[in-house]
């Protein structure tokens, strides 16, 4: 791991850096090493075991340590290190995520078209779904003898003269409204005498026809459906929003929703309406419903939309930039810019993520504070690099893996449910290895159907960080959030294997990362051997020790 540190463009600022880190380091004698190969060290001078070339004394630059976690850079040392600062600020914790959405018909605006009565179909003016209809247009003719008999009746108690006001007239006219006969149909019957033989039945509304059951000729029934109308004058969008968003949605937030096929995009405002109670479980979302206007009906049932949402957290909250903040699996730690080239190392305790790669703290800074956020990694580096020095000096160069994790493995495994498993997560670091987002996405249907068998059998493991980690893994939706969780779980994994590596068939080589961006030290599964980091790609691909392969006795 030394020497992968060692090969970067910063090697002479890392090497500067771990030998005055080191407590004792020149006390124990001058070190020389090769200007072309800066990783190797010796005690002795002599000759490059690479290139032949003489070995230089080493010089430490310009870092000094202070002895109390202080560290004292001169102003030429900064300038090679590229050190950059920012004030650590107040302000807002604000968050803002998207969500795919589909435009769908607005429920309430949906009107189905039955009748009361039975009777035959002789004309139908709308054959055909997809017409938009406007209120009040004809959308049948039909014949029923029932309703035909009602009208006789009305004809003949309130027609020609008779007397409307009567009850018997009273009572029949009732009749036709209960059958939904208009006020001016009834009016027609009792001015002229006459009662039409067929009645012409109108759209009671506007909308689309999006249902059709009706032919020319056909006999219904009272309550059959006819015709189901859509207004598309509101519409609803629904957005599928993860489960880990949900706190972050309510009800009434304002939105905004944007359609990807209209010239410009324009942005339009709506609102949530309601957030449904269930998760899907395959894709662990849950549905947000948004109510939009549709002004000249430009959003169309079945389109899709993106969803804009942002939720304030906090009013005022202390800001430290996300670029300051290195993490590990021991907390966070920034580094603290001071007067006079000091810099001063300060864990910190975040709170959420705002916008502009801001995170709130919740404690170990103050407004104010200057922060080192670029080329704090030169900083950070003693403490990684102080033990592999140290280890030098006394001789033993060789970095000892770290043993697998306990309680997880000292279980009954099953070999040839673990196998599968191994192999697709084998198969899943390849992909993060290569930088293939949609690589990686093609590898999960296999880790999850090896999953589902694996995990009922073994109830350990599934409350270990395999099943704290899974669902995480397969919701990630970019390559920095499927590393996040992955090196968690597939070094769980890999301790697994190494623990039961006698029952298992195929063969595995495994890696291991001393310096993986979460916990710091980090193992992975491979199908061939040369190590291909997960954790970095090809920022850092070559990062690895193999600590197991076939064949070979595992490492103690």
Same mark, same amino acid.
């Given at each position: 791991?030394?020497? =992968?540190?060692?090969?970067?463009?910063? $090697?002479?600022a890392?090497?500067?850096?771990?030998?005055?880190?080191?407590?004792?380091?020149?006390?124990?004698?001058?070190?020389?090493t090769?200007g072309?190969?800066?990783q190797?060290?010796?005690k002795?001078?002599?000759?490059?075991?690479?290139?032949?070339?003489?070995?230089?004394?080493?010089?430490?630059?310009?870092?000094a340590? @202070?002895?109390?976690?202080?560290?004292?850079?001169?102003a030429?040392?900064?300038?090679?290190?590229?050190?950059?600062? %920012?004030?650590v600020?107040?302000?807002?914790?604000?968050?803002?995520f998207?969500?795919?959405?589909?435009?769908?018909?607005?429920e309430?605006?949906?009107?189905?078209?039955?009748?009361?009565?039975?009777?035959w !179909?002789?004309?139908?003016?709308?054959?055909?779904?997809?017409?938009?209809?406007?209120?009040?247009?004809?959308?049948?003719?039909?014949? *029923?003898?029932?309703l035909?008999?009602?009208?006789?009746?009305?004809?003949?108690?309130?027609?020609?003269?008779?007397?409307?006001?009567?009850t018997?007239?009273?009572?029949?006219?009732?009749?036709? &409204?209960?059958?939904? !006969?208009?006020?001016?149909?009834?009016?027609?019957?009792?001015?002229?005498?006459? #009662?039409?033989?067929?009645?012409?039945?109108?759209?009671?509304?506007?909308?689309?026809?999006?249902?059709?059951?009706?032919?020319?000729?056909?006999?219904?029934?009272?309550?059959e459906?006819?015709?189901?109308?859509?207004?598309?004058?509101t519409?609803?969008?629904?957005?599928?929003?993860?489960?880990?968003?949900?706190?972050?949605?309510?009800?009434?937030?304002?939105?905004?929703?944007?359609?990807?096929?209209?010239?410009g995009?324009?942005?339009?405002?709506?609102?949530? =309406?309601?957030?449904?109670?269930q998760?899907?479980?395959?894709?662990?979302?849950?549905? +947000?419903?948004?109510?939009?206007?549709?002004?000249?009906?430009?959003?169309?049932?079945?389109?899709?939309?993106?969803?804009?949402?942002?939720?304030? @957290?906090?009013?005022?909250?202390?800001? !430290?930039?996300?670029?300051?903040?290195?993490?590990?699996?021991?907390?966070?730690?920034?580094?603290?810019?001071?007067?006079?080239?000091?810099?001063?190392?300060?864990?910190?305790?975040?709170?959420?993520?705002?916008?502009?790669?801001?995170?709130?703290?919740?404690?170990?800074? /103050?407004?104010?504070?200057?922060?080192?956020?670029?080329?704090q990694?030169m900083?950070?580096?003693?403490?990684?690099?102080?033990e592999? !020095?140290?280890?030098?000096? &006394?001789?033993?160069? %060789?970095?000892?893996?770290?043993?697998?994790? +306990?309680?997880?493995?000292?279980?009954?495994?099953?070999?040839?449910?673990?196998?599968?498993v191994?192999?697709?997560?084998?198969?899943?670091?390849?992909a993060? *290895?290569?930088?293939?987002?949609?690589?990686f =996405?093609?590898?999960?249907? $296999?880790?999850?159907?090896?999953? /589902?068998?694996?995990?009922?059998?073994?109830?350990?493991?599934?409350?270990? #960080?395999?099943?704290?980690?899974?669902?995480?893994?397969?919701?990630?939706?970019?390559?920095?959030?499927?590393?996040?969780?992955?090196?968690?779980?597939?070094?769980a994994?890999?301790?697994?294997?190494? #623990?039961?590596?006698?029952?298992?068939?195929?063969?595995?080589?495994?890696?291991?990362? $001393?310096?993986?961006?979460?916990?710091?030290?980090?193992?992975?599964?491979?199908?061939?051997?040369?190590?291909?980091n997960?954790f970095?790609?090809?920022?850092? @691909? &070559?990062?690895?020790?193999?600590? /197991?392969?076939?064949?070979?006795?595992?490492?103690?």
């Amino acid at each position: 791991m030394l020497a =992968q540190l060692f090969r970067t463009p910063a $090697a002479p600022a890392l090497f500067a850096l771990a030998i005055f880190f080191v407590p004792g380091a020149h006390a124990s004698g001058q070190l020389y090493t090769c200007g072309m190969h800066p990783q190797i060290l010796k005690k002795d001078p002599g000759n490059c075991p690479v290139c032949g070339m003489n070995l230089t004394p080493v010089s430490p630059g310009g870092v000094a340590s @202070l002895g109390t976690g202080r560290l004292q850079v001169d102003a030429a040392t900064v300038q090679r290190m590229n050190l950059k600062t %920012a004030l650590v600020g107040r302000g807002p914790v604000r968050r803002e995520f998207r969500a795919v959405g589909a435009v769908a018909y607005n429920e309430v605006a949906l009107r189905d078209i039955t009748t009361k009565y039975e009777g035959w !179909v002789e004309t139908l003016h709308v054959n055909a779904t997809g017409v938009e209809v406007k209120a009040g247009e004809p959308l049948f003719e039909i014949y *029923s003898p029932e309703l035909y008999n009602a009208l006789l009746n009305y004809a003949t108690v309130a027609g020609d003269g008779a007397d409307a006001n009567g009850t018997l007239a009273r009572a029949v006219a009732a009749r036709l &409204r209960h059958y939904d !006969v208009p006020d001016a149909v009834v009016e027609r019957v009792r001015r002229t005498g006459e #009662a039409p033989r067929t009645l012409l039945f109108r759209a009671p509304a506007a909308g689309v026809v999006v249902e059709k059951g009706v032919v020319s000729g056909q006999m219904i029934k009272p309550g059959e459906r006819l015709f189901r109308l859509a207004g598309l004058d509101t519409v609803w969008v629904r957005a599928q929003v993860y489960e880990k968003d949900l706190p972050l949605v309510r009800e009434g937030q304002a939105v905004t929703v944007r359609s990807g096929y209209e010239v410009g995009a324009p942005v339009r405002n709506g609102v949530v =309406q309601r957030i449904l109670p269930q998760i899907e479980e395959q894709t662990r979302t849950a549905t +947000v419903r948004i109510e939009l206007p549709n002004k000249g009906g430009t959003l169309r049932p079945g389109m899709f939309v993106d969803v804009g949402f942002a939720a304030q @957290l906090d009013g005022d909250a202390v800001l !430290v930039p996300g670029a300051a903040v290195l993490r590990s699996g021991g907390g966070n730690t920034v580094f603290i810019a001071l007067e006079g080239g000091f810099f001063e190392p300060r864990e910190v305790k975040l709170g959420a993520r705002s916008e502009g790669d801001l995170y709130q703290v919740l404690g170990g800074l /103050e407004a104010g504070e200057r922060v080192v956020v670029s080329g704090q990694f030169m900083l950070d580096s003693e403490s990684r690099l102080r033990e592999a !020095v140290q280890k030098m000096l &006394r001789g033993n160069v %060789a970095s000892k893996p770290v043993p697998p994790s +306990v309680g997880e493995t000292n279980v009954g495994i099953i070999p040839a449910l673990l196998g599968p498993v191994a192999f697709a997560s084998a198969d899943v670091a390849e992909a993060l *290895s290569r930088d293939d987002f949609a690589a990686f =996405q093609g590898c999960l249907p $296999a880790l999850r159907g090896a999953l /589902e068998k694996f995990l009922p059998a073994h109830g350990q493991v599934a409350r270990g #960080a395999v099943g704290r980690h899974k669902d995480a893994l397969f919701a990630a939706v970019d390559l920095a959030a499927a590393r996040r969780d992955f090196e968690p779980f597939v070094t769980a994994i890999a301790d697994l294997v190494r #623990a039961n590596r006698k029952g298992l068939s195929g063969t595995f080589h495994i890696f291991e990362c $001393a310096m993986a961006p979460g916990a710091g030290k980090a193992r992975w599964l491979q199908r061939a051997s040369g190590a291909r980091n997960p954790f970095y790609g090809s920022g850092m @691909l &070559r990062c690895g020790e193999e600590i /197991e392969a076939p064949g070979l006795p595992k490492v103690p």
